[in-house]
Every structure is written in C-alpha cells, then in structure tokens.
C-alpha cells in the first residue's frame, strides 16, 4: 500500500474512514454500468475503501474545503457518460467520474491505469499517478499540474 501523510489520514479518519476499510459498492456499480460504464479494477478498489464519504477539512491558510467520493452526487441527473469523451481524448485513457473536488467545483475522474484528474470548464488537472497520491494532493492543497493538451 502506498503511504498517506499524516495530515491526510487524519482528515480521512475524522470525515468516517479508517484503514482496510472494504464498503459495499454494489449500488455505485450498478449506477455506473447504468451509464454505460465497465467498472475498472482500480475503480473497484478505490470506491470500495474511500467511496461514498464527503471529506470536509480545512485548508492550511483557514479556507474551509470539500471533496468526496460519490459517483451517484457527481453525476446527478445531468452527466451522462460522452460528455467526458473529450477529456478522454485529453488524457489519451478512458475514465470514470468518481466524485467532485474543491467543494462540488471541479469534477474528479479515474483513468484505467489509476491516474486521478480533475476538470472544471476547460481547465484539467492531474491530482496525482494514483489515489493515494491525489489525497495527499487535495487534503495537504499541493500543487497539481495542469494539462494543456
């Protein structure tokens, strides 16, 4: 398993999650093969430990800040599966939207190798190469790299 800094699993732990955590992501996999989604390993493996949770936490300079890991909230009744073609094309991969970031700013997505993004309006960024990565990115407000392509 890769290492979360402390700050990180310390805002994790006080929104509801804990270490080994394996929730139930019958509902979410239903939802998203609903929209025409098969459900990528890493996906599976990351809404099953920090899925369904809304992490709510304070940036360092005192803002407060929100992210969470709940397709069903990402999509909502608008989102459907082509409109994110474009970022695909972007990132060369397919993805999945897996939740929102910046308090429901910006949208997060999976790709298939595990690399987190997130896209608001025509701005893409990369949180990270995996989920562990990206936390530490979004809880410690790290800088990301935005993608010009």
């Avoid at 099953?48 to 809304?54: C, D, S, T, V």
């Avoid at 949208?107 to 298939?112: A, G, K, P, Q, V």
Wanted: glycine share 8%.
């Amino acid at each position: 398993m890769n290492k979360l800094s402390k700050e990180t699993v310390q805002i994790l732990t006080e929104s509801g999650w804990y270490p080994g955590r394996k929730s139930d992501i019958t509902g979410t996999s239903d939802f998203l093969q609903s929209k025409g989604y098969q459900l990528f390993p890493c996906v599976a493996d990351v809404l099953r430990e920090f899925g369904g949770i809304k992490y709510s936490f304070n940036q360092p300079n005192g803002d407060k800040d929100s992210f969470h890991l709940i397709p069903e909230e990402a999509y909502g009744d608008y989102y459907e599966k082509e409109d994110f073609e474009e970022i695909e094309m972007r990132v060369n991969e397919s993805l999945i939207a897996i939740g929102q970031v910046r308090d429901d700013n910006m949208m997060m997505f999976i790709s298939e190798s595990g690399k987190i993004f997130g896209e608001m309006g025509y701005c893409l960024v990369k949180f990270g190469n995996h989920i562990y990565e990206a936390l530490d990115t979004l809880c410690l407000v790290l800088p990301v790299k935005k993608l010009n392509k």
